[in-house]
């Protein structure tokens, strides 16, 4: 396929009828499908076939969908263009010639080029939302907690949530109605969002709706990216919602923070890989040590082994209270400002991303460049709150896409306001 | 680059700490990057401090035997089992 959407290209057929049934799914290659090869964009599990579902693939069977394949990914979900992954990367189907975003840039991509009528992702720091807004369709992350992540293979546990994608608001809010709910495999998952209905949320009346606009989510943006987003606003106003400015000092922290966090839990997560149970073993000779440092140099990609080591070097005796401990100061604050903020307003917005799609090739080279692009995204992971991406327009032809952050299991509120803009 | 950027030899000793072999070319290009971010990453000493009272609680579910996998299904993407072991490279 020219786009190189799926890494596997499998037919996994569900429940005869549900919610679901007739509708097609590709699922992000880092959530565990049984018997079908889940490789999370790594050499390291590219022969790896799990003996189990994720609850959400056992939620979607039930529903009745059927999975279509193995979206594309950054490996491990680490990346904001899809170009980590060892599979390659995946062309824009919105934008040919651009990158689709990370680090689920198969799962949008999978749904913009209509391989698929819905896709799940997982978003640790913006890996629904910033492809979604490349990919120029909707993608949704939900409340830290809302969905099992049990069979998602972890990289930063606190943070990440399985989310999904769709071409409209209602069709991305019924496959989250389907997903949604505690679940006794996953002990951070909560019951507050267990009777909730999402579909029937997409009314698009934001008539009295507030929004606040952090302004230093708008700093630094492209200019084309923020004449856009303000046109959107703008619509939403003529439909009654209001709007106020907020500030958020906090976030000129938080991508610091969120890489700190993230990077030292994916140190600990990925020490699994050893070659011996599952995974690249590369049949190396010597002692334990020896023979696991000799495979995980062949199997882990470059991002991988950067963010490996660096959270190991933060996780370290003399650097943990000078990076961890700070950075979850980072987080307490970020927190903190978020609940400020949402106690005067219903919804927050920005731009999702401050840039449009990036060109293929364009940004591989200096990691930190990269990392900074995750600005408006990653302090909704820092808060556990939820959030939309939806689009909001294009500039030089290219997607943009429109973020509304909401209150903890509120999802409701963003799913009304986000389809104000359809 | 701030004065305390991190050299060669302390990534070559995360590198050993975190099971990961690295080529010499690999220890060129972290060493460079990891200054960059690291400098980066000293921003948060900006960061006031913050009550942090997060509303924890333990989970914890009975202590009863449950069905797990079979040793067939546990040992399938083991590259070297034996037996019904997973064999592995000697400790020392």
């Keep these: 396929m020219s786009e190189n ?12 009828d549900g919610p679901l049934a007739g509708q097609t799914v590709a699922v992000k290659d880092n959530i565990s499908t049984a018997s079908v090869r889940t490789t999370c964009g790594s050499a390291m599990l590219e022969e790896y076939v799990p003996p189990y579902d994720a609850t959400v693939v056992t939620r979607l069977k039930e529903a009745g969908a059927t999975i279509v394949g193995k979206a594309n990914m ?3 979900g680490m990346g904001t ?21 990370g680090s689920s840039g198969g799962s949008a991509a999978a749904v913009a080029a209509g391989k698929a009528d819905l896709a799940l992702g997982s978003d640790t720091g913006g890996s629904i939302r910033c492809p979604a807004a490349f990919c120029g369709v909707v993608g949704i992350k939900p409340t830290y907690g809302l969905v099992s992540r049990y069979g998602l293979v972890a990289y930063g546990n606190s943070l990440e949530q399985i989310g999904p994608f769709a071409n409209s608001v209602e069709d991305a809010a019924s496959l989250l109605e389907v997903i949604a709910g505690s679940d006794e495999r996953d002990a951070t998952t909560r019951a507050d969002g267990d009777e909730t209905t999402y579909a029937d949320a997409a009314t698009g009346d934001v ?5 606040g606009i952090p302004t230093e989510l708008l700093e630094g943006a492209d200019e084309g990216v923020v004449e856009t987003f303000w046109d959107a606003i703008g619509d939403l106003e003529d439909q009654g919602a209001s709007t106020h400015d907020v500030s958020l000092p906090s976030v000129e922290h938080a991508v610091e923070a969120y890489y700190v966090i993230a990077m030292s839990e994916a140190s600990s997560n990925l020490a699994r890989f050893d070659g011996v149970r599952y995974g690249h073993s590369g049949g190396y000779d010597g002692n334990w040590n020896e023979a696991f ?17 660096l959270g190991t070097y933060a996780l370290s005796a003399g650097y943990h209270d000078k990076y961890y401990k ?3 100061d980072a987080r307490a604050w970020v927190k903190q400002d978020f609940d400020e903020a949402l106690s005067d307003a219903d919804v927050l917005a920005s731009p999702t991303m401050p840039v449009p799609p990036f060109e293929l090739g364009e940004s591989l ?3 930190l460049q990269m990392y900074l692009a995750d600005a408006n995204t990653v302090p909704v992971n820092l808060a556990d709150l939820p959030a939309i991406s939806v689009p909001a327009g294009e500039t030089d032809g290219l997607p943009v896409g429109l973020q509304l952050v909401g209150p903890a299991f509120d999802e409701r509120t963003l799913i009304r306001a986000a389809s104000a803009l359809e | 680059m701030s004065e305390d950027a991190v050299s060669s030899e302390e990534v070559r000793h995360v590198a050993e700490l975190a099971r990961v072999d690295l ?70």
């Design chain 1, 5 to 16: 959407i799926f890494i596997t290209e499998e037919t996994i057929d569900g429940a005869a």
């Design chain 1, 74 to 76: 950054d490996e491990f």
């Design chain 1, 81 to 101: 263009t899809n170009e980590t992954s060892y599979f390659g990367s995946v062309d824009n189907p919105a934008a040919p010639g651009h990158v689709p975003g």
């Design chain 1, 207 to 211: 008539d009295g709706l507030s929004i």
């Design chain 1, 293 to 309: 440092s000799a495979a995980r140099q062949e199997g882990f990609g470059d991002e991988v082994k950067r963010r490996i080591l």
């Design chain 1, 326 to 328: 700070k950075a979850q």
């Design chain 1, 365 to 367: 080279d200096d990691p």
């Design chain 2, 23 to 92: 080529a010499d070319d690999e220890v060129d290009r972290f060493t460079r990057q990891f200054a960059d971010i690291l400098e980066y990453f000293e921003t948060l000493d900006e960061v006031p401090a913050v009550d942090r009272e997060a509303p924890l609680a333990n989970v914890m579910r009975p202590d009863e035997e449950r069905e797990s996998l079979d040793s067939e299904a546990a040992l399938r993407n083991a590259p070297e089992p034996e037996d019904d072991y997973f064999k592995g490279p000697n400790v020392s």
